[in-house]
Every structure is written in C-alpha cells, then in structure tokens.
C-alpha cells in the first residue's frame, strides 16, 4: 500500500468518524472513543509523513474515479503535503488527546463530536489533493466543518456573528480560490495539478493569480486586512478546536499558498514579492498590536496567530523574492525558515490555546481581569503555559527564537539581490519584524503576567484547580516539543531539507553532523547558533549560581507582607489590570495606528460617584473597509428589495429588456 | 572606491544628512538654531574637503561663506530675533516627530534610490554628494512644510539651501561669482524674512504662521 | 591552540567580567559625585553592598510564586551568558560559536522577559508599573538594536560578533557613515536598555517615574543581590559591545595564536576602554536631564530611526 493510500485511507475513517459519533451518541465512552481514535490516526498520518521527510520514503500519487466524472480525483503525496501532513498530524493528535479530557466539559458534546474527526479529514484530503476540483471541494467541507465547530456554543449572540462573519470570509476567500484554479487551469481546463505545472504564463497573469491567492489562502490564514474573522471565529469556538483552527487550519491556507505559488507557478517576477513581505510584515505588527490591546485571553491568542502568520508570510516573500533571483540558497534559507516557523507555530499556539482552554475550565471565563494568581492554584499548566509564552515570545533558548533567527539570517543575505527596491525594503521589513517579536515579548509578559501570576482577582480564579491529566499530557507534549526543537534545530531543519529541495530545487546544508547541535546555515564564519548550548550554559551557571549563593551566603528566607514601597493595599484590584498593563505601548502605537481613545470622567467635588476611565481600542480595518462595504451591501439590497413587490408583467419585461440588452451586447461583441 | 578621501566625503556628507535628521527632531527653539549652526559647519568641512579634493581654490571661498554666514551670523541674528520676539518655546508641528522622522527616512530612501540610478555614469564623489544633498534638501522642504513657527520655517528653508551648497560642490565647477551671488541672495532672503517676522509679529502677535491663514480665511 | 588554554582563556573572560562590572558601576557612581562637588562612596562600596545583601535574608512576599525566586537567578544566567560571548579582550572564543549577535540580543531580551514576568508576580502596583514601562521601552529598543545588528553585518558580513570584530579592526573598514549612525543608535539603546538617564534614573526610589527599580522593587536579601549584579553586567555588556565594535584595536585574536603578553595587554586595554566608558557615561549622566516617561518613546525611537537610515546609507557606500 502506498503512501498516498494510506493516508486516504485514514482520511476516509476520519471522514466516517464523525457520522459514527452521531450513532454512538447514547454510549457513555463516544466522547472518548471519538477523541481516542481521532488522536490515534492523527499520529498515523504524522508518522507517514515524517517517514517521507527523515527515511526519504519515496513521492506517490492516485486517480480515484470520484468527482467530476471526465477527470476524476486525482491525490498526491509528496515532500511539501508529508511536512504538512506532520503538522496536521502532530497538532491532530496531540488536541484529540487534550480533547479526551476536555470533551468532558462540554455539556453539548455531540455538537463537536459529529464534526471534529471529519473537520480532521477533510483538511488531511485538502493536503493530499492534486487537482482543482478535489483541492477547493474538501478546502470547502474543511470550511464548513470548522464553521459548524465555531458554533458549538450558538446559544451565545457573540458566536453566532462570530459564526455569520466567518461564513462569509470563508465564501469569500474560496471565491478567490475558485477564480485563481480557473485562471492556472487555463481555457483548456487541465484541473491536475501536473498539467498545470507544466503551463507557460504571462508575468501578468501570475501576477493576477498571486493576487487571488494572496486573498484567498491569506483570508483563510488571517492576512490583515483580510483577519477580521480569526480574532472572532478562533475564539468562540471550543478551545480545543480553537487550537486546531489557530494551530493547523491556518497552515493548511499556507499550504494552499505555497503548494500554488511556489509550485505550480513557478518563479515569480521579483516585483511580486515586496507586496507578501510588506503584508506579512505589516500583518505581524498589527495583529501583535491587537494582542497587546486585548482583555479576553483566547482573542489575544487570536490575534497572537495573526502575527506568527504575517512572519511566516513575510518570510514566504523573501523566499519568492530571492527565488525570483535565482538565488537558491538564500531562497531555500527563507523558505525553511517560513516552514520552520509553521511547525513551532503549530506547537506553541496550540499549547496556549490548550492552556487558555484549562483556564477556562477551571475558573469559567476567559477574562484577563477576573484572573491572576492561577501559578499558585493551577501550578503544572501555569508552568506548560509559561514554556508557550518563552517560546512564542521567540526567546532563545526555545524554538519560537530558532525560527526567528534562521529568519533573520534571510533577510541579511538582502545584499545579494541586485534590484535596488528590494534592497532597501527587506532590512526595514525586518525591522517590523523585530518590532513583531519585540511587541510578542510585551504581549505575553501582560497575558502570563496578569493571568497567571499575582493575585486572584476573582473568586473563581482563587478556587481554581489543575485540570485532568489527558489535558496535562497534551499540553506537557507540545512543551517538550518546544524545548526539543528549541536545543535541536538541525534536526528540523533536516526534515524540511527535502521540502525545499522538491519546491526550490535547493536546500540548507545538513545540520545534524555540525557538532554541539549547532545549526550553521550558511557558512560558520558567518552565523551559528546553538540552542543545546545556550540552554546547557544558562542551566549551569543559573544551578551554579544558586547553589554558590546558597552554600556560601545565606538560604534563609523569611514569608511576609508585600512591601509595595510601604503602602501595600490588601485589595487584588490594586494590581495592575489587564488595560492598565497595555497603556505605555497603546498610547505610544495604538494612537496612531489603532486610534485608541481615552475619555477620563473626574467627578465633581462632592459628588460620590467613581471617576471612570473608558478606553477604546477598535480594529481599524474593521471601521475603514468592512463596515463601509457591509453598509453598502445593505444600501443596495434595499434598493433591490422593491424588485420582490412587482407585477408578473413587469418581471416580464425585465427578463425581456435583459434578452435584449444581452443579445446587443453580443452583436456588439461580435 | 574605498579611498580615505572619499569615506572622509561619504562621512561628512553623511553627516549633514544626520544633521538634518537632528533639525527634524528637534522642538527647542534655541536647540534648533544650535543644531542648525552646526549644519553649517559640516558642510562647511564637507565643501572645504570637497575643495581639498578637488584641488579647487574657490570652493575654500565657499566653505568659509558657509561657516562665517551660515554658521555663526545667521544663527546668532535668528538668535535674537527669537529672544525679541520672545518665541523661545517649544517648536510647535504639525504632525509627530515620529511620523515626520519616518516621512523623512522614507525620502531619503527615495532620493538615494534616484540619483543613484540617474547618476549611473558619474564619478563616485559626485555621485554620494548629490544623493545626500538631494535628501538634504527634501527634508529642509519637509521641515519647512511640518512646522507651524515662521521662524523654524527659515530654518528649515536655509537648511535647504544648505543642501543646494553641497550638490554643487560636488558637481564641481560652480563658478565664485555665482557662489557669491547665492550666498547673498540667501542673506538678502534671510533679511527680508527677518523684516517679515517682526511685521506677521506686529500685526498677529504670533508667528504662528497659521494665523495669516485665520486671517485670510476671515478676509476672504 | 590546546583546548585546555581556549576553555581557559573563555573562563578567565566570564570570571573578569563578574569581577568588573560592580567596579564599571563604581566608577560611574563616582565620577558623578565628582562632577556633583560630592566625595561619593568608596570605589569598592558595590562589592561590599553585594556582599551584604548576599548575607541578608530574604524578605519574601506572601504570595509570591517560585517563579519570583528562581528569576533572579534566570536573569543572572542569561546575561552572564550574553556577557560571555562578547569579545571583551579576545576574539574565537571557545564558545564564542554557541550565539551571534542577534541570540545575544535575544539573550537579553530572555532576561528581560523574565525580570517583567517577576515584576507581576507579588501583584503590587509598583511592580506592575515598571513591566509595563519596561516592556514598552524594550519594544522600541530591541528592534533598534537588530537594525544595529543588521547594518555591523551588512558591514562585516557575518552576525558572529568575534569575525565581525576581527572585520572591524582590520584596515579594510574606512569610516563609515553608517557606523557613525550605529554608534548613536546603540549608545541611545544601551541609556535604554540599562535604565540609565534620561530613559530611567537609577538611583531614584519611590517615584512614579522609575522603571527599572519599580519591577524590582520587591526583591530583598540575595535575590536582589543577584539582580543588582546582573544590571552591573549588562551595563557592562553594552560597554564593551560599544567598545568592542567602535574601538576594537588591540583585541587579542585566539585563533591566531596570541601571545601571553598580547593577552595582558589586551586586558589592560579592555580595562581602560572600560573606564573611559564609564567616566563618558557619568559626564553624560551629569550633564543631561531625566526624561518624561513617555518622551522615552520618542528618544528610543530616534535610534530605531538612525538605525534604519544607516542600513539605507550603506547601500549608498556598497553601490558606489
């Protein structure tokens, strides 16, 4: 049995699994069965996957006779879908587990049961399709399975607009789609992904196809200006599936992204690029912006995965504009670092959003304000959720800065492109993403900061407690992966090696001879970094330190009040808020760019009312492109609302003027 | 080109573009005519190295107009001119600082990518010269158009001229008589803009120059 | 060279700059009380603090996690590390291969991240001031810093800091433009970075525009002494980053098989550059004024700027 069979195959069970789950529904052990069996075949497609990129098992490909009937399905299983595969499988697995825990809490679960293992199918047959047809139909069944997980919890007004808006951006974006596979395809229709490879296309067409790609898979991955679904979608729904939606669907989209623009398109023009390098760029600094502004913890996170898409877009771009150089080095550089980034982003983002999902269990809300001081009463997840944050923060010596660097390393080969536009450009790109990383640190120091450490601000995060041990595992299993990629980067690098070598033709030098576990990706003279060694020197002489200090000094330590400059206040509310963390950077960026406001109401002498503070921060994309054309689309199908009211005679003769018009406009044509 | 002479020209002139950069951020009255005397003296060193090089005798004329006029008459007239009309507060403008700074790195961006493709076939020491004197004199303009007080609009205006002074030390071959007639004509300007200080002061107590707009739009 | 004398000479830098940097803290203390017409402490008063605290019990907070106990030495550890892999008096350190320059950068952005995360961790409004004063100032500072990063690599064409010095110091730099504005960048990023004036004063207590000294506010007894020490490195960090990059003459080269007396007199250079360092810093410090702390923003941002049109300039100079 070939790759690609096998990996249909379990996409098929997982298909069926969700149907299944509809029947078992009486069964007290569905829940369990549904998440164990999805975990489990989740790590079946991640360890195929894996087999391709480590033990070089070798490319397949199948024609089934679905679909349409003169083509049929056409599936493949290469380099690119195995790395996805692996992280659809690894993100699968490791949520279905946290699921088998978390399911439990769930007092309708049967809403997320009937589709979770089918929404995991579905994205696995998106990865494995190979031509149009099948690629938009099962990007479409992953589209809706996520937007019938997103409205799990309907009764909430929130989720359903959440839901409605999604819908529409999903519509949207799969139109792109749909217009970008009619113009690859051609007027001949070759719907194969070979076929299409093969053809010859004007720069200008390429240009139009990137374009609709940009707003297609970036839609569905969260380009500003095209994320104003994510930060409502992601969060309203469940937080394991929030998980899967932040941590893999949005890989997926990269995969869309990559598997046409560097695939079947071939090199681009080098003015293509600085448009993906700007919007990543720019998407990073923004939705980090957004995150630094946010009080509800999962939107935060939603924001957060905003970001890390805009680096690994931003990286993408480097990769084409040196592609479109034929600097191969340097692009096979970049674009491993893109592919680096969406691995450890699949990790991080999913151990938070599972830690954000155990906080909500156990305190009942999703409020930065109502939280804190949860390290004392949930101390194993406060710890996991601690290694997200360094990770995601891109600190080193963790896995978020491996990626990060091997970035920066791409955009210093700059020099080596001859046009001078780009030359300028990329060093101040990689200024904004200095600035992304920079504001990542801010924004997890205030989420960790004001969740979990300091003092209870609520009752329900003063009684919280550790959750079950399934959602311990899955999140202590994302953390070590973190760490481990962090100490061992060669080795994911050497993974992706072959992922470059099938997209780019080139790849990094193997990293996993380089002693120390060094990762050198161009030459040592130039760069080197060991995360193994960092680590191993910061635990010796912080161990060393300690015990240095508390053999020759003192270890006697006394418990007592906080001294808080001789005025500590018993209160929690007197800590600094989630708001009042975020204000140094809100006033100094968010005026301007956000245009937060603040309005400051001081009562009058004597009167005894609380002066209040009202901050607000609002997308501005929200305000300046969608509200407008939402307000638009209103205004005319108002207009349009007569036309339901007229007499049969008068539909008539519009249906008689269209034939007109329309056979004028064929004579004129003609 | 890696030669001393010509990092000592690259500096200098890249100097002066910092400068202009110092002028930009600056919002002390009293602190923008320091930094703008200082201007002065680096292009005066900038055209004296330029002279040097070049081993062009009429440019050392230049340079010494440049540090006798620029550097210390002019800055000590507007210093008194700023202490009469008792304006030696903050510099008031239009936009942020941090969005003027980033307009202004945008420019000069703009204006190197330019004269560097324009000036394709020139010999380096021109060629550095008129990119950096092209950004000098896109952020005097920027200055001028980002201020709200008439007088660090004067600044900003000779700050541009100062800019000109080192295109065309570069481009060698200004004549004296010309060099000359436009260091004159910078100081008749300067004059006149003085003379109209103090008139705007007299009749709008202000020179914010936003008034003269108030007042044309009343009288429109 | 034996790779005993290499571990040797790395070990000798990480103890050197654990020696010195209470005496750099010292020396800028003392000049200013100089300038100041005051006698000022004597030089070794900061051994003796440290000592002292070191002796002391720890004053804990109630609620303070363990997370708040093990920062401290977090926070030591990583800027020790970052200290260690810059070329102070020698470049090819034995280790100098494990991070370049920008995992140095990151390094101290680790330590950073961790002091913030601590200055949350008693739930006091002192400490929540200075992590959020603190955060914002780094967010400006740390992507002016890799600006820097990026214009000394395009320069010397390796992030590694010892090839990049051994670049610097070698006649095939002239004077650079771009240098000069990396100068300016990285002394305005290292006021920042180490809580100096104008950005932040360190020798205020109890005022609300402290930033530094309000996120440590709670440590007592050897906690403290351990950040105090780490503040110390990192002062000494920038020091001999400036000096290392800007002024690299007489650094003793271990990959070319240095001399016992190059080492001595690469050490006794270090030293001097050291303490003009800081006689600069303290003149500075004399001679200038606190800032508002949202005008920080601004001042930081003019070295985000300067770093930027130093990476544009060099294109200027490379195309020529």
Request: hydrophobic share 60%; proline share 4%; charged share 10%.
């Amino acid at each position: 049995m070939s790759a690609v069979e096998f990996e249909l195959l379990v996409a098929a069970v997982l298909l069926v699994l969700g149907p299944v789950a509809v029947f078992l529904r009486r069964m007290s052990w569905v829940s369990s069965f549904i998440y164990a069996s999805s975990g489990g075949l989740c790590a079946l497609i991640a360890s195929v996957g894996a087999a391709r990129l480590v033990a070089r098992t070798g490319d397949s490909g199948l024609t089934l006779p679905l679909g349409l009937p003169w083509i049929g399905s056409h599936f493949q299983f290469d380099a690119l879908t195995a790395f996805f595969l692996v992280i659809l499988g690894i993100g699968g697995a490791v949520v279905s587990l946290y699921g088998i825990g978390y399911g439990r809490h769930e007092h309708d679960p049967m809403r997320v049961l009937a589709f979770y293992p089918s929404f995991l199918g579905a994205m696995t047959l998106v990865l494995l399709a190979a031509d149009a047809f099948t690629f938009l139909l099962s990007w479409e069944v992953m589209s809706l399975l996520s937007w019938a997980l997103v409205l799990t919890h309907h009764q909430e007004t929130n989720t359903r607009t959440a839901g409605y808006v999604y819908l529409v951006m999903a519509g949207f974006g799969t139109m792109a789609l749909l217009l970008a596979f009619g113009l690859l395809a051609g007027s001949d229709g070759h719907y194969a992904f070979d076929t299409m490879r093969g053809a010859v296309r004007s720069p200008t067409l390429a240009a139009v196809i990137l374009g609709l790609m940009l707003l297609g898979a970036g839609s569905k991955a969260g380009l500003v200006p095209l994320h104003v679904w994510l930060p409502l979608a992601h969060p309203a729904a469940p937080s394991h599936v929030s998980a899967l939606m932040s941590a893999v669907m949005t890989k997926v989209a990269i995969y869309g992204f990559i598997r046409v623009v560097f695939d079947l398109l071939g090199p681009s023009a080098w003015w293509a690029s600085p448009v993906v390098i700007l919007m990543g760029a720019l998407t990073a600094v923004f939705g980090i912006l957004l995150a630094m502004m946010e009080r509800d913890l999962k939107r935060a996170l939603a924001y957060s995965t905003i970001e890390n898409i805009g680096v690994i877009f931003a990286a993408l771009g480097l990769a084409m504009a040196f592609r479109a150089n034929g600097l191969t080095a340097a692009a096979a550089l970049a674009f491993t670092a893109a592919l680096f980034h969406v691995f450890n982003h699949m990790v991080f983002k999913s151990l938070l959003f599972m830690g954000a999902g155990s906080v909500l269990t156990a305190t009942g809300t999703r409020d930065l304000d109502q939280l804190g001081g949860l390290i004392h009463r949930m101390p194993i997840t406060s710890f996991l959720v601690l290694v997200g944050a360094v990770a995601i923060s891109a600190l080193p010596p963790l896995n978020g800065f491996a990626s990060e660097w091997l970035m920066f390393q791409a955009v210093l080969m700059s020099p080596a492109i001859p046009q001078d536009a780009l030359q300028l450009m990329i060093p101040a790109a990689g200024g904004l993403l200095a600035l992304a990383a920079a504001l990542a640190a801010a924004a997890f120091v205030r989420i960790y900061g004001i969740g979990f450490l300091g003092r209870a601000r609520s009752p329900a995060a003063q009684t919280a407690v550790d959750v079950d041990r399934f959602s311990l595992m899955a999140m202590g299993t994302m953390a070590v992966l973190c760490v481990l990629a962090g100490i061992l980067p060669g080795m994911v690098i050497d993974a992706i090696s072959p992922v470059a070598k099938a997209v780019l033709g080139g790849q990094l030098p193997l990293q996993t001879h380089e002693a120390w576990f060094m990762i050198v990706p161009i030459a040592e003279g130039r760069s080197s970094y060991s995360g193994m060694l960092v680590l191993l020197f910061i635990a010796v002489s912080a161990s060393g330190a300690a015990w240095a200090v508390h053999r020759f000094a003192s270890h006697r330590l006394r418990r007592a009040p906080a001294w808080d400059c001789g005025f500590p206040d018993p209160t929690p509310a007197t800590q600094y808020s989630a708001g009042g963390f975020a204000q140094p950077l809100r006033r100094v960026l968010g005026t301007n760019i956000l245009g937060a406001r603040e309005v400051v109401v001081m009562p009058e002498p004597g009167d005894p009312s609380p002066a209040r503070l009202t901050v607000t921060v609002d997308d501005p994309i929200w305000h300046n492109i969608y509200s407008p054309m939402g307000a638009v689309v209103i205004y005319v199908a108002t207009k349009m609302n007569g036309l339901q009211f007229l007499t049969i005679r008068r539909y008539l003769s519009l249906v008689f003027l269209l034939l007109i018009a329309l056979l004028v406009g064929l004579m004129l044509w003609a | 080109m890696g030669t001393l002479a010509f990092d000592i020209a690259h500096l200098l002139a890249g100097g002066l573009l910092l400068v202009s950069f110092m002028m930009i951020y600056q919002d002390r009255m009293f602190a923008l005519l320091h930094v703008f005397a200082f201007h002065a003296v680096v292009l005066s060193l900038s055209v004296a190295w330029q002279a040097y090089n070049q081993g062009a005798p009429h440019l050392y004329v230049t340079a010494a107009i440049a540090l006798v006029f620029k550097a210390a008459i002019i800055p000590i007239a507007l210093r008194r001119i700023v202490k009469q009309l008792g304006v030696h507060r903050e510099v008031e403008t239009v936009v942020g600082v941090g969005v003027t700074m980033l307009a202004g790195i945008g420019l000069s961006a703009l204006s190197i990518v330019l004269m560097l493709r324009v000036t394709a076939h020139a010999d380096a020491f021109a060629r550095e010269d008129l990119a950096f004197a092209l950004s000098v004199v896109l952020l005097g303009l920027l200055m001028m158009v980002t201020r709200r007080n008439a007088v660090s609009q004067v600044v900003g205006f000779m700050s541009l001229e100062n800019g000109l002074i080192l295109a065309a030390a570069g481009a060698k071959g200004m004549p004296l008589v010309v060099e000359i007639s436009v260091a004159f004509s910078v100081l008749i300007a300067f004059i006149v803009i003085g003379v109209f200080l103090f008139r705007i002061r007299e009749r709008f107590d202000s020179v914010d120059v936003t008034a003269i707009d108030d007042y044309r739009e009343v009288h429109r | 060279m034996g790779l005993t004398l290499a571990v040797l000479i790395q070990g000798l830098q990480m103890l050197l700059v654990v020696a010195v940097a209470p005496m750099l803290v010292s020396v800028v203390r003392k000049v200013k009380s100089r300038l100041t017409r005051k006698q000022g402490a004597p030089l070794v008063q900061p051994y003796r603090d440290l000592i002292r605290l070191m002796r002391k019990d720890v004053v804990l907070a109630e609620n303070a996690s363990w997370l708040f106990r093990v920062v401290p030495y977090l926070v030591f550890a990583a800027t020790w590390v970052a200290a260690a892999l810059i070329p102070t008096f020698a470049t090819g350190l034995q280790f100098s291969w494990t991070a370049d320059l920008i995992a140095i950068v990151a390094l101290l952005g680790s330590a950073r991240f961790f002091l913030a995360l601590a200055g949350m961790d008693v739930g006091t409004s002192f400490g929540g001031i200075g992590s959020s004063r603190e955060m914002m100032i780094a967010s400006m500072a740390e992507p002016a810093m890799m600006l820097i990063v990026f214009s000394l690599a395009l320069i010397a064409g390796s992030t590694q800091l010892s090839t990049a010095v051994q670049f610097l110091a070698s006649p095939h730099v002239g004077l650079r433009v771009s240098l000069g504005m990396a100068l300016v960048a990285l002394v305005i990023v290292a006021l920042a970075e180490n809580a100096r004036i104008p950005v932040d004063n360190p020798t205020t207590h109890l005022e609300l525009t402290m930033v530094h000294e309000a996120m440590v506010l709670e440590y007592s007894g050897r906690h403290l002494a351990m950040i105090e020490l780490s503040s110390a490195l990192k002062l000494l960090l920038y020091i001999s980053l400036i000096g290392c990059i800007f002024v690299p003459w007489g650094i003793a080269d271990s990959d070319a098989n240095a001399s016992f007396a190059a080492y001595v007199v690469a050490v006794l250079l270090y030293l001097i550059k050291l303490s003009v360092g800081g006689v600069v810093l303290a003149v500075f410090e004399t001679s200038i004024a606190k800032m508002r702390v949202f005008r920080v923003p601004n001042f930081v941002g003019i070295a985000l700027m300067l770093a930027l049109l130093g990476t544009l300039l060099l294109f200027v100079s490379m195309s020529l």
